[in-house]
């Protein structure tokens, strides 16, 4: 049988510590995606380490009056938590729109953040994949590309990045708390995640020694004027097509300060500054919301079926910031249903 | 039969406690006594052969037992005769562990035995076979223009009519022709159920064998022709089967194995598949399309020409009647039907729900709402035109074709009239709104079909067949037919099945088992009758003495003279006094060819749907769904409503979403689980209605029924397709219609 070691840890430096040990070592939290992994065959850990008793499940005030979340809070009580839905809406609508409600009541916030990519290949030991198995080819640029990547793609690998949750929190520019044996360090959201390069084996820049504590959200005030769009081959428990996440501030029809990041077109949450910078000052219309949209894929670069994602994602972004606009988080009664 | 206490009452499942609770046990759940475990490796390579097999480290694992391969399977039965099952096509069938050829991607070339599955699965993982590829074709693209026609080898497929009529020349003289090609892609059956087998060993070396499948007496056959088997070797049993759509209706390889390892190893052995590999057998085949219609001045139909292409595997040719439909659902005189085969690397095609229906209708059904828009007319208004009142494939009348009153009640409820027929005319907020109709019909079939019956002393009536319940109500609609006849209340009796000992019943498929098991029931059920009659006339003192079987009626547990229902016998006094502990009888029921040969015998239906379209982001949602259906008589409208609900579902499915894709490079599907290969949640079904519009039919079979399993899902994705265009003004000749098809 595939063995490996199953071991509790009971404290964040004792955590730490075994995750240093040889081996290969893998912290086990609501077990969503790994387990999938072990039974695929994709992740073969020789150790497991069950971080669910860490006292890291708890939502708090965060010092600077921002909101802290557990690593280990689950992605349901998250999405419900009084203070997330007031303050940060756009959160507990991003995480609803993924999964199904089982999944989110063991789905953890850390595990979300860790969630591999759902590129066919990557799944499928028959075929090469550089992200499995380093250095064997890229299965998907020749072949069926349909769900992945069109921004920030590489060589050798165009994968996406499926989470939900984390284009929202992106968008929301959370900060990463992260503990490794030289202590703790923040990390800057759009700073976690990583682009493939031709290291596609790497998701995000977390070392080996960390584990990941709790997740940031500044106080900044995104409640009123918000969108999670997702766009997805069935209307629940499917991946996004194209996700936007959008949020603005507005004084009038002036948008004084926006915020745009996108699912599932990138090997990470995609986050545009740059677009956002367009938004700022500017007047909260169809014109503005154009010139936003185009930016954001002025670089993309289709693979063949995937290509109608960069059209898609221009009007995807331009529907949402009209939402988030009119604040009405979602267009239609069919969008976002969560059961 | 008007007045019944039984039949054609909305009841209950007979088995729904069994299943809610988890009584009811599927093949891979018996867990019999020193069970091991078998775990399956599938080839990753399309074609080639296996070069090499090292099993030296894995045998060496502690617990593991067994690897078999082609290399040490004992000699099995030589002829391809001894491989065929009772619905295989013509060819030569696949055989497990033959040979080191690899003809498709997924086969399975070895299957790993040992004490758990867990150190089965983890054997199959690191299990050494080197291979040697060369080169696969998968892509039906290329094999246009090289079709061929295939044999007759499958049972129930009817090659196409010759062509009639001058079809060539009254398309050029047609005022309104439209000449196009349709598609669908790969798709799976995907039952949730997936495919085990418990192969349990007794002493002796006898097996029982539980066996996911669609037809108990069909696993049978298989496995004692291919291992030398006497009936009484090997009995297969199925009490439930947790969903088929035509994926049970061969023997698929895990059966095989199971036996294998069983007889060789003389142990009880389980192997079940994964998911992954419910996606390496039998599909609905990809399939190319044209369908040319013309239409005079008046609308009616000048000349259809339909040709379809579809792949099969190399080994064997898969056939289904896709295109016979197009030449009788409408009154047209010049017709032309083509059907073509090309052959692929992959594994044979296999019945999918309403095979070759579901694709020809298609096809045929947005043509013809192509052709009303090219003629101006209203797609209803069209098809009501040229309403075929005969059969002109087989120059028959129908037994009953109710499809008229199917149109008019099914557009009456949906509100067809209301539709602006002008395409891109109806909103509802934001949202474009589509009404989009279609037809379907179905074969409504007959095969023989033995059953037995017991009543005892005690009053409880034990029926059996050897018949399968795939979900569709078999054994609810068995307990009405029989409670129906023998007068007992529905507790009394208990309706058993799968299970090789019972009396013969064909595969569960086709939507032909209430016609055929139900007659059989019922004759069973008039024997015993008949029996019961003559013991009761013994008793002493018989109010019955004189009276004749027609004289007689079984009501409410008594057996009474129907002009004088006071002169009455207990059914349960009848049998204690004949001595015995029970009263038996069996029957055996088969078509009255007689009768039926001098028509065409099809259930019809007639589906309206609304769809709303947000234009700008290509989301889809089919918001309403009237789905007309005549199927003759109906046995239980609670479980025939489901079986239509679950077919609108089906439809919507093959038209929204569902397609395995294939990529050529490696010659393997990509999409090859459930988190890929999507099929609808919840929240994409809205409101479904269904209509039954009864018919009265003696010929089809004494019951009058027809059979609801497949009819329902016809019409459905041709409907959704014509609604989008309706909405839209985008005529989409592919399916799935997934968003980037809409934008
Ligand atoms: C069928 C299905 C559908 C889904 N659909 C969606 C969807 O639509 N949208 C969406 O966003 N998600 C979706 N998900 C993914 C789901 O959100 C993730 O699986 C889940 O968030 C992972 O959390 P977990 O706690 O279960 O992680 P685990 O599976 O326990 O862990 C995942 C990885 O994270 C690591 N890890 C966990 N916690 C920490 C930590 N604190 N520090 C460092 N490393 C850690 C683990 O070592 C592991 O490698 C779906 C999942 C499934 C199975
Ligand atoms: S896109 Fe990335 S994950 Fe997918 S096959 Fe290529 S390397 Fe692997």
Redesign the pocket.
């Known amino acids: 049988m595939n063995s490996f070691t199953y071991t509790r840890a009971e404290a964040v430096e004792a ?1 730490v510590r075994e ?1 240093s040990a040889s081996g290969k070592v ?12 072990m039974k695929e065959n994709v ?1 073969r ?1 020789t150790r497991l ?1 069950d ?1 669910n008793r ?1 006292p ?1 499940t708890k939502i708090e005030a965060a010092p600077d009056g921002g909101l802290r979340l557990g ?2 809070a ?2 349901a009580d998250t999405a419900w938590n009084a203070e997330v839905e007031k303050r940060y809406p756009l959160l507990s609508q ?2 609803l ?4 409600p089982q ?2 009541n ?11 990519t ?1 590129c066919y290949y990557f799944y499928d030991l028959a075929t090469p994949c550089n992200k499995r198995e380093p250095g064997s080819g890229c299965s998907a640029i020749g072949g069926y590309n349909r769900i992945l990547g069109i921004l920030g793609t590489s060589e050798s690998c165009i994968a996406t990045h ?6 929202a929190l992106a968008a929301l520019a959370a900060t990463v708390r ?1 503990t490794g044996k030289n202590g703790e360090r923040v990390v800057k959201f759009e700073d976690f995640h990583r682009l493939p390069g031709d290291t596609p084996q790497f998701d995000n820049t ?1 070392q080996p020694d ?4 709790a997740i940031d959200l500044p106080a900044e005030d995104f409640s009123r004027h918000f969108s999670y769009l ?1 766009l ?1 081959d069935r209307t629940s ?4 097509l194209i996700s936007v996440a959008a949020a603005l501030q507005l004084e009038g029809n002036t948008i004084k300060e926006g915020r745009l990041a996108l ?1 599932g077109v990138a090997h990470k949450p995609w986050r545009d500054t740059t677009a956002e910078a367009l938004l700022k000052g500017q007047p909260a219309t169809e014109e503005t919301f154009r010139r936003v949209a185009a930016k954001v894929v002025e670089g993309a670069k289709g693979y063949g079926h995937n290509t109608f994602k960069i059209e898609l994602a221009k009007r995807a972004i331009m529907r949402a910031l009209k939402q988030a606009t009119e604040g009405m988080p979602v267009a239609d009664a069919f969008q976002n249903s969560n059961p | 039969m008007s007045n019944t206490n039984y039949i054609g009452k909305a009841l209950s499942r007979v088995d729904g406690p069994a299943k809610v609770t988890g009584a009811a046990k599927y093949a891979a759940e018996f867990n019999v006594p020193g069970l091991v475990y078998g775990y399956v490796v599938s080839s990753p390579v399309a074609k080639g052969k296996i070069t090499k097999i090292d099993a030296a480290e894995v045998l060496a694992l502690p617990g593991v037992l067994q690897v078999f391969s082609h290399e040490n399977v004992p000699m099995l039965a030589l002829l391809d005769r001894s491989y065929k099952d009772d619905v295989a096509p013509g060819g030569s069938p696949f055989r497990p562990l033959h040979d080191a050829e690899i003809k498709f991607s997924q086969q399975p070339v070895a299957l790993v035995v040992a004490d758990t599955f867990e150190l089965a699965r983890y054997a199959a993982s690191v299990l050494k076979i080197e291979y040697e590829t060369v080169a696969h074709e998968t892509d039906l693209e290329t094999k246009r223009g090289e079709g061929f026609e295939p044999g007759t080898g499958k049972t129930g497929f009817v090659p196409p009519p010759p062509p009639r009529g001058n079809p060539d020349k009254e398309f050029e003289n047609a005022v309104h022709r439209i000449d196009q090609e349709y598609v669908h892609g790969t798709q799976h059956h995907n039952p949730m159920e997936m495919f085990g087998t418990t192969a349990e060993y007794l002493d002796g070396g006898k097996l029982n064998v539980y066996d996911k499948t669609q037809g108990a007496l069909n696993s049978q056959r298989y496995i004692r022709q291919i291992f030398g088997l006497s009936k009484d070797d090997a009995r297969v049993i199925s009490k439930y089967t947790g969903g088929g759509f035509g994926s049970g209706l061969r023997p698929q390889y895990q059966l095989f194995m199971a036996v294998l390892a069983a007889l060789e190893l003389k142990k009880s052995v389980r192997v079940s598949l994964t998911r992954q590999q419910m996606f390496s057998f039998g599909h609905r085949p990809h399939t190319l399309q044209t369908v040319k219609l013309g239409t005079n001045a008046d609308g009616s139909l000048a000349a259809l020409h339909h040709h379809a292409l579809h792949e099969t595997s190399r080994f064997e040719d898969y056939t289904e009647n896709v295109v016979n439909w197009s030449g009788m659902l409408y009154q047209c005189d010049n017709v032309k039907l083509g059907y073509q085969l090309a052959k692929l690397d992959v594994y044979t095609p296999q019945d999918m729900r309403a095979p070759g229906a579901a694709t020809g209708l298609f096809a045929l059904e947005v043509a013809m709402d192509e052709m009303a828009y090219a003629a101006g007319l209203d797609p209803l208004e069209f098809r009501l035109r040229n309403y075929a009142d005969r059969d002109q494939n087989l120059d028959k009348p129908f037994s009953s074709k109710k499809l008229r009153e199917c149109y008019h009640e099914g557009a009456a409820k949906f509100g067809w009239e209301e539709r602006n027929p002008a395409p891109r005319s109806m909103r509802q907020g934001n949202m474009l709104v589509g009404y989009g109709m279609a037809t379907g019909v179905w074969d409504a079939s007959q095969q023989k079909a033995g059953a037995k019956v017991s009543l005892s002393a005690d009053g409880k009536l034990t029926v059996q067949s050897a018949t399968n319940e795939i979900g569709t109500g078999t054994y609810t609609i068995m307990t009405q037919v029989a409670a129906e006849y023998l007068g007992l209340p529905l507790e009394a009796v208990d309706f058993q099945l799968g299970d090789t000992d019972f009396p013969a019943a064909p595969v569960q498929g086709g939507s032909w088992t209430a016609a055929s098991v139900g007659t059989a029931v019922k004759n069973a059920c008039e024997a015993l009758g008949e029996k019961l009659l003559k013991l009761a006339q013994q008793m002493e003192g018989s109010p019955l003495k004189d009276a004749k079987f027609e004289d007689v009626e079984f009501v409410n547990g008594q057996l009474r003279l129907r002009l004088d229902p006071g002169q009455a016998v207990v059914v349960r006094d009848i049998v204690q006094a004949s001595g015995e502990t029970k009263v038996e009888a069996d029957a055996t029921a088969m078509p009255n060819l007689i009768k039926q040969k001098q028509y065409s015998l099809h259930a019809h239906n007639a589906v309206f749907v609304e769809v709303q379209i947000d234009e700008e982001l290509g989301t889809l949602h089919v918001t309403r769904v009237v789905n007309a259906v005549a199927a003759g008589r109906i046995m239980n409208p609670k479980t025939a409503r489901s079986q239509v609900l679950g077919s609108v579902v089906w439809g919507l499915s093959m038209a929204l979403m569902e397609e395995t894709v294939m990529d050529h490079q490696f010659g393997r599907y990509v999409n090859h689980n ?2 890929e290969y999507h099929i609808p949640v919840c929240a994409d079904i809205h409101d479904i209605d269904v209509l039954f519009v009864e018919e009265e039919d003696d010929i089809v079979n004494p019951l009058g029924v027809k059979g609801i399993g497949e009819v329902g899902m016809l019409g459905v994705a041709a409907a959704i397709t014509n609604a989008v265009y309706h909405a839209t003004g985008k005529r989409i000749r592919e399916l799935p219609i997934m968003i980037d098809k809409l934008l």
């Not at chain 1, 499926?162 to 284009?167: Q, T």
């Open positions: 955590a995750k893998k912290f086990i939290a609501g077990g969503t995606n790994l387990l999938d992994l992740e850990p380490i971080i860490l890291l690593a280990l689950t992605n991003a995480i729109a993924g999964a199904s999944l989110r063991m789905a953890t916030n850390g595990g979300n953040l860790f969630q591999r759902r499926p989470s939900d949750m984390c284009v992260v977390l960390e584990i990941v504590t997702k997805r428990y499917a991946f996004a699912g | 459930y988190a």
